[in-house]
T-cell receptor, first 112, second 117 residues
Framework: DAKTTQPTSMDCAEGRAANLPCNHSTISGNEYVYWYRQIHSQGPQYIIHGLKNNETNEMASLIITEDRKSSTLILPHATLRDTAVYYCIVRVGHSSASKIIFGSGTRLSIRP | DVKVTQSSRYLVKRTGEKVFLECVQDMDHENMFWYRQDPGLGLRLIYFSYDVKMKEKGDIPEGYSVSREKKERFSLILESASTNQTSMYLC????????????????FGPGTRLTVL
């Protein structure tokens, strides 16, 4: 699975959009981009995934560059409850092992 | 929604004790996983299972064993607990490629914080 690079920490004002970048320059054609987050003292939670098109769901939007070497997770109206560590993961969607390799992630702090 | 439950949120054991961590999922998922999470090391895969009675070693299986007698239950066993096994243990499950539309995503339990004294 491809390696990802994320900033160690970010902060954002409550009510504003939080944009979390991720670099995955070695991504291959059959690898998907997944985002998870982990709120303190809880297990990781799936947010969104995509292959090459931009995706949106009730939690967030995912923007993937045309060359697929980077992506941005957007939380459109951040709240204090969005304070968490956000993990960007790149992996083959149909991997039989279904393993997820978590990096260090980005610690997002939402300020009131 | 998928629910993954773990038997305890907090557990304190003594060195040398045998420890059982239980995980149950209610979505008929084929795949189940055990991770441990330590500061600065992220999540590391201990064992996973892709079917009843099937298991495969992850990245750090030493000192652990697992049991999957029923599809919904995956147990992690520390045969003789040691202080370096003090950690947060996370269980996860996922449906297989075919039933999940070709996309694998994992659902995690709340975690068990184990302290070995």
């Amino acid at each position: 699975d491809a390696k990802t690079t994320q900033p160690t920490s970010m902060d954002c004002a409550e009510g504003r959009a939080a944009n979390l970048p991720c670099n995955h320059s070695t991504i291959s054609g059959n690898e998907y981009v997944y985002w998870y987050r982990q709120i303190h003292s809880q297990g990781p939670q799936y947010i969104i995934h995509g292959l090459k098109n931009n995706e949106t769901n009730e939690m967030a939007s995912l923007i993937i560059t045309e060359d697929r070497k980077s992506s941005t997770l957007i939380l459109p109206h951040a709240t204090l409850r969005d304070t968490a560590v956000y993990y960007c993961i790149v992996r083959v969607g149909h991997s039989s092992a279904s393993k997820i390799i978590f990096g260090s992630g980005t610690r997002l702090s939402i300020r009131p | 929604d998928v629910k993954v439950t773990q038997s305890s949120r907090y557990l304190v054991k003594r060195t040398g004790e045998k420890v059982f961590l239980e995980c149950v999922q209610d979505m008929d998922h084929e795949n189940m996983f055990w991770y441990r999470q330590d500061p600065g090391l992220g999540l590391r895969l201990i064992y996973f299972s892709y079917d009843v009675k099937m298991k495969e070693k992850g990245d750090i299986p030493e000192g652990y064993s697992v049991s999957r007698e029923k599809k919904e239950r995956f147990s992690l066993i520390l045969e003789s607990a040691s202080t370096n096994q003090t950690s947060m243990y996370l269980c996860a499950s996922s449906g297989d490629y075919w039933t999940s539309g070709g996309i694998i995503r994992q659902f995690f339990g709340p975690g068990t914080r184990l302290t070995v004294l």
